[in-house]
Structure formats: C-alpha cells, structure tokens
C-alpha cells in the first residue's frame, strides 16, 4: 500500500509564497506521474499540476500557470510544489496523487487517473 504524506502547508498572506512538498513511500515513486489537485470548500476537487515520471513534462492549470512550478527528486521519492504570487482564491486543501499507470509519457491531467492519494495539506491565503 502506497503512502503520500503532504507538508507544507499554511496560512499567507495575498502575494506571499509557499512550497509544499509530498513523500511517497515504496519503492516504485520513480516510475508514476505525480499530480498536485486541490479542493476549496463547496468546490469539486480540481487539477493543479503533474509531472510525469522522469520529470521531463510538466502541466499547469491555466489558472496557475506562470505561479506555481511542479518537481520532483526520485532519489527521496519526493514532489515538490512550489507557490509564488499566491491569491485568495488559492485557497484550498491540497493533495499529492500517485498516477494509476507507469511510464506514461505525458503524465495524466484528469483525477480518475491518480488512484494514491494523500491525507491534504490546508493553504490559506488572506487578502
């Protein structure tokens, strides 16, 4: 049974900055996609970020491209989300997910296709 254990999570003000970080235990973390989703209150879970397995591709929400940046390092079984120019409306709690299939080539994009998930990190951003 995978494990992803979310860190990092806070309270920042509008502008501010936040990096979070999500470990996975196993031995297979370097042959999955990872994905970062997020889930406001009264909100559907939605998309964020996903890098695939090598971490050569990444994608970005429109609605946080430019500000946040996907990462991985295999060698800690860890992936990284890096927040910068954070809004209000970026509050949400955010979960790390392992992808259902190895060695995609482009990692997946849609919430079905991540079948290991996190307990969720609280980001609160005050205006």
């Known amino acids: 049974q995978v494990q992803l254990v979310e860190s990092g999570g806070g309270l920042v003000q509008a502008g501010g900055s936040l990096s979070l970080s999500c470990t996975a235990s196993g031995r297979t973390f370097s042959r999955y996609a990872m994905g970062w989703f997020r889930q406001a209150p009264g909100k559907e879970r939605e998309f964020v970020a996903a890098?695939?397995?090598?971490?050569?591709?990444?994608y970005y929400a429109d609605s946080v491209k430019g500000r946040f940046t996907i990462s991985r390092d295999n060698a800690k079984n860890t992936v990284y989300l890096q927040m910068i120019s954070l809004k209000p409306e970026d509050t949400a709690v955010y979960f790390c997910?392992?992808?259902?299939?190895?060695?995609?080539?482009?990692?997946?994009?849609?919430?079905?296709?991540?079948?290991?998930w996190g307990q969720g990190t609280q980001v609160t951003v005050s205006s």
């Open positions: 997910a392992k992808s259902r299939l190895a060695l995609q080539y482009t990692p997946p994009l849609e919430l079905p296709e991540y079948i290991y």
């Open positions: 890098i695939s397995w090598s971490g050569g591709r990444s």
